[in-house]
Every structure is written in structure tokens, then in C-alpha cells.
């Protein structure tokens, strides 16, 4: 199910041909809700028979009454959510940033990262639909909260770090591996990562993906395939 403002209809209207054209059944209003019938109704069959609902938020997404009620009631039935920014720069607060919390937010309005979130979309929306893990390329853009990142730290695989090869090496083999790999501009570290904290990087990365793209959404510059880049790498690293 597709849930926007009117505004961002032409920007929906082309995910709902990307999603048609691999086999998809879309919901969007513009082709269910007829004339004379009810709108409440239409919506909340589709968000009951929905295995997912794509997000296309912004400060008039926001202010909808029907989109806040279409939003809140796929939310009373857990169903996932994907949030979707179609305004350039908007930050959602209020009732619209509590239901995203600090889910991914797909980003639309930057024309340099407009290929690469469209993919990572239809990846995510793969995943959900098939129940098949795809490759772990989601790119959260919007802030870290420091409440939810310092748990998920604290929590993580530290008996598994240890195990790993890299959790000896010094700042110049950190440094080394980074150049190799090709990642010296992914990860800038200006020679101060060691071992312990790729080790940790590496199974946060793993173990940890919410707290791990909520870091990565703060680097600037982070493309497509930096990540898949990273994603290889760590993997052989992990198997070493």
C-alpha cells in the first residue's frame, strides 16, 4: 500500500510503476477509492490486507488528517512500515516522528543518492514481502538518538569479537585492510582505528543493523556501493 499527500502523488505514482512492473499488487487511492463510496473504508480494507505500507512523508503528510489516520492504523495492526522522504530536508515531529521513531528513511529529494535509495527501497520491500533476507543496504539518513544507539552498543556480540582475526591488528593493519578493501574513504578514521574497534564495527554490522545505519547515516558522502563494498568485506572477515 502506498500512503501520501496529494502533493507527492506524481513521485508515488512512479514508485507504484517500479513495484507494478516486478510483480507487485500496489494499493494507491487514485485506482481503488471511487466516487460516492467510502474513503474511510477503502482505507482501512487496504491497510488490513496489506503486507507493507510505503510512507511518503512530509510537512503535508503530516498535517493530513486522513493520512495521520491511514498512518496510525496500519501502526494499530503492526504491519511494517517503510518511511519514504519526499520533501527535501524534512524532519517529522509530533504524532508523524513518534510512529516513525528511528525506522529507515528512504530518501527521494536528493537527486545525487536518487538511484541508489530507489534500489535500496526495493530491496527492503523484497525482503518483507518474500521473508528472504536481502543483502543489508537500508540507509537511515535522519539523526542518531543517542537513547536507543548506547543499549544496542552496550549488548553487542563481544564474546564473538574476540574470535575475530582483526581484533589483534594494530592501527597500520586496520589502516591497511581499509586501503585494500577500497573502503579508506567509507571509513574515515584518520589512523585511529584499531583491532578491538573494527571487531566491534564489523559485528555491529552484522548483529546490530539498526544502530549500525543509524551511525552510517551520519557519514557524509556514503554511497550505494560503499556499502556493498563494506558488506563483502566484512563478510570474508568474518569468515576468516
Not at 503530516?62 to 494499530?76: F, G, P, Q
Not at 534500489?119 to 518483507?128: A, D, H, P
Not at 569479537?161 to 585494500?180: D, G, I, K, M, P
Amino acid at each position: 500500500m502506498l500512503s501520501y499527500n496529494k502533493e507527492a502523488r506524481s513521485e508515488v505514482l512512479k514508485m507504484k510503476e517500479r513495484l507494478a512492473n516486478r510483480g507487485y499488487k500496489v494499493w494507491i487511492d487514485v485506482e481503488h477509492i471511487t466516487a460516492g463510496g467510502s474513503t474511510l473504508e477503502a482505507m482501512a480494507k487496504a491497510v488490513e490486507e496489506s503486507s507493507l505500507i510505503l510512507i511518503f512523508f512530509s510537512e503535508a503528510y503530516k498535517n493530513s488528517t486522513n493520512c495521520r489516520a491511514e498512518a496510525e492504523y496500519a501502526h494499530e495492526w503492526e504491519k511494517p512500515l517503510l518511511p519514504v522522504r519526499v520533501q527535501p530536508k524534512y524532519k517529522p515531529n509530533g504524532w508523524l516522528g513518534f510512529l516513525l521513531g528511528t525506522k529507515y528513511r528512504y530518501c527521494l529529494t536528493e537527486a545525487d543518492r536518487y538511484d541508489s535509495e530507489v534500489s535500496l527501497l526495493l530491496l527492503k520491500v523484497q525482503e518483507l514481502i518474500t521473508g528472504v533476507q536481502q543483502p543489508s543496504l537500508d540507509v537511515i539518513d535522519g539523526p542518531v538518538i543517542e537513547s536507543t544507539v548506547e543499549p544496542l552498543l552496550a549488548s553487542a556480540p563481544l564474546e564473538k569479537a574476540v574470535n575475530l582475526e582483526c581484533v589483534s591488528w594494530t592501527t597500520q593493519q586496520v589502516a591497511e585492510w581499509l586501503s585494500t578493501s577500497d573502503l579508506s574513504n567509507f571509513v574515515k578514521c584518520d589512523g585511529k582505528m584499531n583491532g578491538e574497534m573494527l571487531a566491534e564495527l564489523a559485528l555491529l554490522s552484522q548483529h546490530h543493523k539498526d544502530t549500525f545505519y543509524s551511525m552510517v547515516g551520519q557519514m557524509q558522502g556514503v554511497t550505494f556501493f560503499d556499502l556493498l563494498r563494506f558488506s563483502c568485506a566484512v563478510k570474508k572477515l568474518c569468515q576468516q
